[in-house]
Protein backbone atom coordinates (compact mmCIF):
# COMPACT_ATOMS: atom_id res chain seq x y z
CA UNK A 1 0.00 0.00 0.00
CA UNK A 2 1.75 3.36 -0.98
CA UNK A 3 1.73 6.95 1.61
CA UNK A 4 -0.36 8.15 -1.12
CA UNK A 5 -2.89 5.91 -0.50
CA UNK A 6 -3.26 5.51 3.32
CA UNK A 7 -2.78 9.06 3.81
CA UNK A 8 -4.84 10.79 0.78
CA UNK A 9 -6.37 13.47 0.81
CA UNK A 10 -3.99 14.89 3.65
CA UNK A 11 -1.89 17.91 2.90
CA UNK A 12 1.93 17.63 3.94
CA UNK A 13 3.38 21.05 4.26
CA UNK A 14 6.89 21.16 4.54
CA UNK A 15 8.62 24.52 6.67
CA UNK A 16 12.33 25.63 6.07
CA UNK A 17 13.65 23.19 3.31
CA UNK A 18 15.67 25.13 0.61
CA UNK A 19 14.24 23.24 -1.56
CA UNK A 20 10.99 23.63 -3.86
CA UNK A 21 7.71 22.29 -4.47
CA UNK A 22 7.89 20.68 -7.60
CA UNK A 23 11.11 19.12 -6.62
CA UNK A 24 9.86 17.65 -3.14
CA UNK A 25 6.66 16.67 -4.54
CA UNK A 26 8.53 14.49 -7.53
CA UNK A 27 11.06 13.51 -5.04
CA UNK A 28 8.06 12.10 -2.20
CA UNK A 29 5.55 11.13 -4.90
CA UNK A 30 2.97 13.48 -3.11
CA UNK A 31 1.09 16.10 -5.21
CA UNK A 32 -0.28 17.22 -1.87
CA UNK A 33 2.70 18.64 -0.49
CA UNK A 34 3.89 22.61 -0.07
CA UNK A 35 7.63 23.44 0.64
CA UNK A 36 8.85 26.63 1.79
CA UNK A 37 11.87 28.13 2.80
CA UNK A 38 10.32 29.96 5.99
CA UNK A 39 10.17 27.73 9.27
CA UNK A 40 6.34 27.88 10.40
CA UNK A 41 5.37 30.42 12.38
CA UNK A 42 2.27 32.15 14.44
CA UNK A 43 1.03 34.12 11.07
CA UNK A 44 1.34 30.76 8.69
CA UNK A 45 -0.18 28.54 11.52
CA UNK A 46 -3.51 30.66 11.88
CA UNK A 47 -3.96 31.64 8.09
CA UNK A 48 -3.47 27.21 7.26
CA UNK A 49 -5.90 26.89 10.56
CA UNK A 50 -8.20 30.04 8.70
CA UNK A 51 -7.93 28.54 5.59
CA UNK A 52 -9.36 25.19 6.42
CA UNK A 53 -11.94 26.69 8.31
CA UNK A 54 -12.99 28.80 5.52
CA UNK A 55 -13.34 25.66 2.92
CA UNK A 56 -14.58 23.64 5.76
CA UNK A 57 -17.88 26.02 6.48
CA UNK A 58 -20.81 24.26 7.28
CA UNK A 59 -18.50 21.16 8.44
CA UNK A 60 -17.73 19.83 11.55
CA UNK A 61 -14.33 20.61 12.75
CA UNK A 62 -12.35 18.36 15.36
CA UNK A 63 -9.79 19.21 17.27
CA UNK A 64 -7.35 17.16 19.70
CA UNK A 65 -5.64 17.41 22.73
CA UNK A 66 -2.31 16.70 22.13
CA UNK A 67 -2.51 13.48 24.48
CA UNK A 68 -5.06 12.79 22.11
CA UNK A 69 -4.20 9.08 20.90
CA UNK A 70 -5.92 9.80 17.61
CA UNK A 71 -2.85 12.01 16.89
CA UNK A 72 -0.94 9.06 16.78
CA UNK A 73 -0.15 8.45 13.07
CA UNK A 74 0.87 5.13 11.31
CA UNK A 75 3.63 4.45 8.69
CA UNK A 76 4.10 1.07 7.36
CA UNK A 77 7.48 0.61 6.38
CA UNK A 78 9.27 -1.89 5.00
CA UNK A 79 12.69 -3.00 7.25
CA UNK A 80 14.69 -6.32 7.60
CA UNK A 81 15.90 -7.40 10.87
CA UNK A 82 19.39 -7.94 11.32
CA UNK A 83 19.36 -8.84 14.98
CA UNK A 84 17.19 -10.39 17.51
CA UNK A 85 17.10 -10.71 21.38
CA UNK A 86 15.02 -10.33 24.06
CA UNK A 87 15.83 -6.89 24.88
CA UNK A 88 16.77 -5.06 21.61
CA UNK A 89 16.35 -5.21 17.78
CA UNK A 90 18.14 -4.30 15.27
CA UNK A 91 16.73 -3.59 11.82
CA UNK A 92 18.00 -2.18 8.47
CA UNK A 93 15.09 0.41 6.31
CA UNK A 94 15.24 2.62 3.43
CA UNK A 95 13.87 5.34 5.04
CA UNK A 96 15.82 7.65 7.60
CA UNK A 97 13.91 7.24 11.15
CA UNK A 98 14.58 9.87 14.07
CA UNK A 99 15.89 8.86 17.13
CA UNK A 100 13.44 7.46 20.08
CA UNK A 101 10.47 7.62 17.74
CA UNK A 102 8.56 3.92 18.17
CA UNK A 103 8.23 1.35 15.67
CA UNK A 104 6.20 -1.35 16.11
CA UNK A 105 7.16 -4.69 14.91
CA UNK A 106 4.70 -7.05 13.21
CA UNK A 107 5.93 -9.66 11.93
CA UNK A 108 6.76 -12.25 13.92
CA UNK A 109 5.03 -11.24 17.13
CA UNK A 110 3.75 -7.66 18.08
CA UNK A 111 6.24 -5.83 19.75
CA UNK A 112 7.66 -2.05 20.11
CA UNK A 113 10.79 -0.42 20.24
CA UNK A 114 12.31 2.53 20.69
CA UNK A 115 14.95 3.46 18.31
CA UNK A 116 18.04 4.50 20.10
CA UNK A 117 21.75 5.48 19.34
CA UNK A 118 23.42 2.27 18.91
CA UNK A 119 25.40 1.13 21.76
CA UNK A 120 26.67 -1.75 19.30
CA UNK A 121 28.85 -0.98 16.04
CA UNK A 122 26.27 -1.50 13.03
CA UNK A 123 27.23 -2.55 9.76
CA UNK A 124 26.29 0.26 7.43
CA UNK A 125 23.61 -0.18 4.72
CA UNK A 126 24.27 1.13 1.78
CA UNK A 127 20.60 0.94 0.61
CA UNK A 128 19.23 3.32 3.70
CA UNK A 129 19.21 3.02 7.54
CA UNK A 130 20.67 0.60 9.89
CA UNK A 131 19.14 1.28 13.68
CA UNK A 132 18.72 -0.17 16.88
CA UNK A 133 16.35 -0.47 19.31
CA UNK A 134 15.04 -1.60 22.88
CA UNK A 135 12.49 -3.74 22.83
CA UNK A 136 9.55 -2.20 25.36
CA UNK A 137 5.66 -2.55 26.01
CA UNK A 138 6.05 -6.02 25.98
CA UNK A 139 3.27 -8.17 27.76
CA UNK A 140 4.13 -10.64 29.81
CA UNK A 141 2.82 -13.33 27.00
CA UNK A 142 5.07 -11.84 24.13
CA UNK A 143 7.77 -11.97 26.45
CA UNK A 144 7.54 -15.48 26.26
CA UNK A 145 6.83 -15.78 22.56
CA UNK A 146 10.14 -13.65 22.25
CA UNK A 147 12.09 -15.58 24.37
CA UNK A 148 10.89 -18.60 22.24
CA UNK A 149 11.76 -17.24 19.27
CA UNK A 150 15.06 -16.02 20.08
CA UNK A 151 16.32 -19.93 20.74
CA UNK A 152 14.48 -20.46 17.98
CA UNK A 153 16.83 -18.47 15.95
CA UNK A 154 19.71 -20.35 17.82
CA UNK A 155 18.86 -23.20 17.03
CA UNK A 156 17.41 -22.68 13.00
CA UNK A 157 19.70 -20.09 11.89
CA UNK A 158 18.42 -16.57 10.90
CA UNK A 159 15.83 -16.91 7.97
CA UNK A 160 13.59 -14.28 6.57
CA UNK A 161 9.61 -15.57 7.51
CA UNK A 162 6.32 -14.09 7.96
CA UNK A 163 3.28 -14.65 10.22
CA UNK A 164 1.83 -17.48 8.06
CA UNK A 165 5.04 -19.28 8.12
CA UNK A 166 6.50 -19.13 11.84
CA UNK A 167 4.91 -21.21 14.00
CA UNK A 168 6.25 -21.40 17.65
CA UNK A 169 3.29 -24.09 18.92
CA UNK A 170 0.62 -23.56 21.79
CA UNK A 171 1.76 -20.75 23.77
CA UNK A 172 3.71 -21.62 27.10
CA UNK A 173 3.91 -20.15 30.60
CA UNK A 174 7.56 -18.88 31.60
CA UNK A 175 7.25 -21.65 34.50
CA UNK A 176 6.82 -24.30 32.03
CA UNK A 177 9.24 -23.44 29.86
CA UNK A 178 11.86 -22.90 32.94
CA UNK A 179 10.66 -26.14 34.11
CA UNK A 180 11.44 -28.02 31.08
CA UNK A 181 14.62 -30.06 32.40
CA UNK A 182 17.22 -29.13 29.55
CA UNK A 183 18.39 -32.72 29.52
CA UNK A 184 15.19 -33.77 27.37
CA UNK A 185 16.26 -31.55 24.36
CA UNK A 186 19.56 -33.65 24.92
CA UNK A 187 18.16 -36.83 24.93
CA UNK A 188 16.06 -36.05 22.13
CA UNK A 189 17.13 -37.97 18.53
CA UNK A 190 19.48 -35.51 16.81
CA UNK A 191 16.68 -35.79 13.70
CA UNK A 192 14.28 -34.86 16.49
CA UNK A 193 16.35 -32.30 18.09
CA UNK A 194 15.55 -29.48 15.60
CA UNK A 195 12.15 -27.95 15.51
CA UNK A 196 10.05 -28.93 12.80
CA UNK A 197 10.90 -26.73 9.89
CA UNK A 198 7.68 -24.80 7.99
CA UNK A 199 7.75 -23.03 4.74
CA UNK A 200 8.94 -20.01 5.01
CA UNK A 201 8.30 -16.97 2.74
CA UNK A 202 10.80 -14.77 1.66
CA UNK A 203 9.23 -11.32 2.70
CA UNK A 204 10.47 -8.94 4.49
CA UNK A 205 9.58 -8.15 8.12
CA UNK A 206 7.31 -5.41 8.88
CA UNK A 207 7.65 -2.47 11.20
CA UNK A 208 4.98 0.48 11.23
CA UNK A 209 6.81 3.81 12.93
CA UNK A 210 4.32 5.64 15.37
CA UNK B 1 25.00 43.43 -23.16
CA UNK B 2 23.35 40.80 -23.69
CA UNK B 3 19.62 40.02 -22.42
CA UNK B 4 19.40 36.39 -22.47
CA UNK B 5 19.13 34.18 -20.00
CA UNK B 6 22.37 32.33 -18.94
CA UNK B 7 22.33 28.85 -18.62
CA UNK B 8 24.83 26.42 -16.97
CA UNK B 9 24.76 22.86 -18.22
CA UNK B 10 26.80 19.72 -16.24
CA UNK B 11 26.73 16.61 -17.30
CA UNK B 12 29.81 14.16 -17.84
CA UNK B 13 27.72 12.71 -21.50
CA UNK B 14 29.87 14.86 -24.35
CA UNK B 15 26.58 13.76 -26.88
CA UNK B 16 24.04 14.74 -24.47
CA UNK B 17 25.96 18.17 -23.49
CA UNK B 18 25.84 18.96 -27.37
CA UNK B 19 22.73 18.34 -27.98
CA UNK B 20 21.50 20.36 -25.02
CA UNK B 21 23.07 23.20 -26.04
CA UNK B 22 22.08 23.20 -29.52
CA UNK B 23 18.49 23.08 -27.70
CA UNK B 24 18.67 25.97 -25.96
CA UNK B 25 20.74 27.94 -27.78
CA UNK B 26 17.92 27.71 -30.45
CA UNK B 27 15.67 28.78 -28.00
CA UNK B 28 17.69 32.20 -27.55
CA UNK B 29 19.27 30.80 -23.95
CA UNK B 30 22.83 31.57 -23.48
CA UNK B 31 24.26 28.20 -22.81
CA UNK B 32 27.47 27.45 -21.19
CA UNK B 33 28.26 23.71 -20.81
CA UNK B 34 30.61 21.98 -18.73
CA UNK B 35 31.56 18.12 -18.91
CA UNK B 36 31.74 16.56 -15.63
CA UNK B 37 31.27 18.17 -12.08
CA UNK B 38 34.90 19.78 -11.52
CA UNK B 39 34.90 21.45 -14.95
CA UNK B 40 31.41 22.63 -14.02
CA UNK B 41 32.49 24.29 -10.79
CA UNK B 42 35.31 26.26 -12.59
CA UNK B 43 32.98 27.29 -15.11
CA UNK B 44 30.67 28.76 -12.68
CA UNK B 45 33.11 30.51 -10.68
CA UNK B 46 34.36 31.95 -13.99
CA UNK B 47 30.37 33.02 -14.53
CA UNK B 48 28.41 33.71 -11.73
CA UNK B 49 26.21 35.34 -13.53
CA UNK B 50 24.30 32.79 -14.77
CA UNK B 51 20.59 32.52 -14.22
CA UNK B 52 20.10 28.62 -13.57
CA UNK B 53 22.15 25.51 -13.74
CA UNK B 54 21.53 22.21 -14.94
CA UNK B 55 23.10 19.44 -13.88
CA UNK B 56 23.56 15.24 -13.80
CA UNK B 57 23.49 13.60 -10.51
CA UNK B 58 25.85 10.55 -11.18
CA UNK B 59 28.69 11.84 -12.74
CA UNK B 60 32.71 10.24 -11.97
CA UNK B 61 35.00 12.39 -9.48
CA UNK B 62 32.73 15.28 -8.71
CA UNK B 63 29.30 14.25 -8.63
CA UNK B 64 25.91 16.32 -8.84
CA UNK B 65 25.40 16.59 -5.15
CA UNK B 66 28.95 17.77 -4.57
CA UNK B 67 28.43 20.51 -7.19
CA UNK B 68 25.31 21.92 -5.42
CA UNK B 69 27.34 21.89 -1.94
CA UNK B 70 30.05 23.77 -3.94
CA UNK B 71 27.69 25.84 -5.73
CA UNK B 72 25.75 26.49 -2.70
CA UNK B 73 29.04 28.24 -0.70
CA UNK B 74 28.92 30.72 -3.56
CA UNK B 75 25.10 31.82 -4.42
CA UNK B 76 22.32 30.77 -2.83
CA UNK B 77 20.12 32.22 -5.09
CA UNK B 78 21.22 30.38 -8.18
CA UNK B 79 18.23 27.70 -9.40
CA UNK B 80 19.43 24.43 -9.54
CA UNK B 81 18.07 22.11 -11.78
CA UNK B 82 18.92 18.48 -11.72
CA UNK B 83 18.51 16.74 -15.15
CA UNK B 84 18.96 12.76 -14.12
CA UNK B 85 18.55 9.06 -14.88
CA UNK B 86 16.73 6.45 -12.87
CA UNK B 87 18.43 4.94 -9.43
CA UNK B 88 19.69 7.52 -8.12
CA UNK B 89 17.20 8.60 -5.34
CA UNK B 90 19.39 8.70 -2.83
CA UNK B 91 21.08 11.29 -4.10
CA UNK B 92 18.54 13.26 -4.92
CA UNK B 93 17.25 12.92 -1.51
CA UNK B 94 20.48 14.13 -0.13
CA UNK B 95 20.86 16.95 -3.14
CA UNK B 96 17.31 18.53 -1.97
CA UNK B 97 18.60 19.21 1.11
CA UNK B 98 21.34 21.97 -0.81
CA UNK B 99 18.00 23.39 -2.05
CA UNK B 100 17.32 21.55 -5.78
CA UNK B 101 15.00 24.05 -7.65
CA UNK B 102 13.11 20.81 -9.82
CA UNK B 103 14.32 17.41 -10.82
CA UNK B 104 13.79 16.36 -14.30
CA UNK B 105 13.99 12.68 -15.55
CA UNK B 106 16.10 12.01 -18.58
CA UNK B 107 15.62 12.04 -21.66
CA UNK B 108 12.47 14.36 -21.15
CA UNK B 109 14.10 17.39 -22.96
CA UNK B 110 10.39 19.38 -23.23
CA UNK B 111 9.95 18.67 -19.49
CA UNK B 112 13.41 20.32 -18.85
CA UNK B 113 12.90 23.40 -21.22
CA UNK B 114 9.36 24.29 -19.36
CA UNK B 115 10.97 23.24 -15.63
CA UNK B 116 13.63 26.27 -17.11
CA UNK B 117 11.49 28.57 -18.06
CA UNK B 118 9.80 28.22 -14.87
CA UNK B 119 12.62 28.21 -12.63
CA UNK B 120 14.68 31.82 -14.58
CA UNK B 121 11.43 33.43 -14.22
CA UNK B 122 10.66 32.75 -10.63
CA UNK B 123 14.38 33.63 -9.96
CA UNK B 124 14.21 36.87 -11.93
CA UNK B 125 11.18 37.67 -10.57
CA UNK B 126 12.96 37.80 -6.96
CA UNK B 127 11.37 34.97 -5.42
CA UNK B 128 12.53 32.36 -3.48
CA UNK B 129 13.52 28.60 -4.59
CA UNK B 130 10.08 27.40 -2.66
CA UNK B 131 6.42 28.26 -3.08
CA UNK B 132 6.20 32.07 -3.24
CA UNK B 133 2.64 31.99 -0.75
CA UNK B 134 2.25 28.84 0.77
CA UNK B 135 -0.75 29.99 2.31
CA UNK B 136 -2.48 30.19 -1.70
CA UNK B 137 -1.14 26.99 -2.34
CA UNK B 138 -2.72 25.54 1.04
CA UNK B 139 -6.00 26.65 -0.31
CA UNK B 140 -6.00 25.84 -3.70
CA UNK B 141 -4.69 22.26 -2.44
CA UNK B 142 -7.77 22.48 0.18
CA UNK B 143 -10.38 23.21 -2.74
CA UNK B 144 -8.89 20.51 -4.78
CA UNK B 145 -9.13 18.38 -1.93
CA UNK B 146 -12.64 18.61 -0.67
Known amino acids: ?210 | MSTKSKILFIDDEEELLQLLGDFFSNLDFEVFTANGGDEGLKMFRTHRDVDLVICDISMPRVRGLDVIKKIRMLSDDVPFVFFTGFGSRDNMIEASKYGAYDFVRKPDIAGLVEVAKKAIENSKAGGSSTTNDPLSEYQRLLARRD
Open chain 1, 1 to 210: MSYERVLNPSIVAVFGHPSSTDALRKLYGRGNLIATTYDIDERLGHGMVERMQAVKKGQDIFRFKTKDQRLKAYFPLDAQVTSLTENEITFMTTEELPYYSVVKVSVPLDLYAVIVPSLKKLSPNIHGHHYMGLICGVESFEYNTLRKLVNHIIDNGIEEWSNDSFDLGDPKTIAEIEARPEEDALDEPQENKRPDRVERHKSKNKLAKL
